[in-house]
Structure formats: structure tokens, C-alpha cells
């Protein structure tokens, strides 16, 4: 079954990337300068592009701001926990993933990949149910970053947790009731985030899988925050501190 991905980086992000694109549309009224890109790159790839009523594309991408720019696309191909292992062993790195259980909002998942993309993260893992998947609305949100950001969805994350704590990964979960501040805590190790649910944080017995659990600092009168942001706040502390103990580059 084919899907639909629509904006232009999004479109772009999956041709440079290699995914099977059978066909992309853009709108007669679109802007060449900014749909230029796209019609080089597909043209490369062997990709039909159709000129079409923007009309035609708001059916398509129902929903979706899709920027004058829609393609149909082979369904995402999600990766095995394995892979993203081997991947963080290719790079020589120290395992870094993101465990999401059950966020269900697409604008998140999406802004989750895309910092997830920045900040090196190995993949991502998700849970098949009450759990959203990869849709257009999040390759749109994660501006391409979608095609470049391993994802695992998996029946059981409490039995993923106990697979990668045996191969060696340590497992921090984020809760706003933790004792440990996550500027105090060593997260320079090989490691696994949970970010729990928009609404209801992590479940009780992924809280108790967990090695450790941390929270971000808060000041004001709110006491929680978005969970793409915790998440991209969280990712960039690992960063932080991977990158100060790096040796200097002479």
C-alpha cells in the first residue's frame, strides 16, 4: 500500500535519501524558485513529476500543509533494535537512543526525529500500539529528518528495555517526580531516554524497568513541559557532556 509524504523538505529529504518515491505532484501555482530543488532531484532519480491544481494536493495530503509539494511513497521501513545497535557500533560510537512510550501526538514524534537527527541519536524506538507511527503529518513536522533517523517499532518496550540493559545500555527514564536533576547525573554512557506519554509520562512498569530516572529543573508555575521539548532538552545534555569529554583536536 502506497503512502503519502507532502512539504518540500520532506519530499526532498526522501529523494536525497533514496527512498522509493513512485511519483511526485506539484502545484501550478508553486513557487519555482522554491520547487526548483525537487524537480532537479527527481529528475536524477527517475521520478515523474506532475504539475496539478493545489486543489488535487488538498485532497491528497488532507489535513497536512503541504506546501504545493506531495509524493507517493513506498511504506516506511521500519528497523529492528539490532540495527540500531550495529549502527552506533559502525559509527564507533556509544549507543544513544530514544525510547518513546506511547506519545500519540504526530507534531511531536516529529519534532522528537528532528532533534533526534541533530544531536546524533542512533534511532528511535516506539511501540506498535497507542503509539503513533510514521505519517505524513511527522516526515512534514521532522522537515525530512524522518528518512535519516532509524526507527524500531516493537510489541513489548519493558522486554526491549531488559534486551538492551543485557547488551550493555543503560536505561534513564524522565519523570517530573525524580529525585535526580539531570545536570547532576552522568549521561556520558552507553544510553537509552524513555520520554513518556504527553499525558500520563512513562507507565508504571517502564518506570520500574528503568536504571535510574531524571528530571528536568523547573522554576515556575508549570510544572511540566512539552515532551518534545523535555526530549530535545535531554538529547542536547548528552551531547553536552559526550562532547566535553571528548578529547581536543589538535
Known sequence: MEEYIAGKHS???????????????????????????????????????????????????????????????????????????????????????????EIEDPHNLGSILRTADCTGVHGVIIPKRRSVGITATVSKTSAGAVEYVPVARVTNIAQTIESLKEQGVWVGGTDVEAKQDVYKTNLNIPIALVIGNENKGMGRLIKEKCDFLIKLPMFGHINSLNASVAASVLMYEVVRQRSAAAPAVK
Open 11 to 101: 519530499v526532498l529529504e526522501a529523494l536525497r535519501s533514496g527512498r522509493t518515491i513512485n511519483k511526485i505532484w506539484i502545484a501550478d501555482n508553486a513557487q519555482k524558485q522554491l520547487t526548483q530543488p525537487i524537480t532537479q532531484e527527481a529528475k536524477q532519480h527517475g521520478v515523474v513529476v506532475q504539475f496539478v491544481d493545489k486543489r488535487k494536493l488538498d485532497q491528497m495530503a488532507e489535513g497536512v500543509q503541504h506546501q504545493g509539494v506531495v509524493a507517493q511513497v513506498a511504506p516506511y521501513d521500519y528497523v529492528e533494535v539490532e540495527d540500531i545497535l550495529a549502527r552506533a557500533r559502525d559509527k564507533q560510537q556509544e549507543p544513544f537512543i530514544l525510547i518513546l512510550d
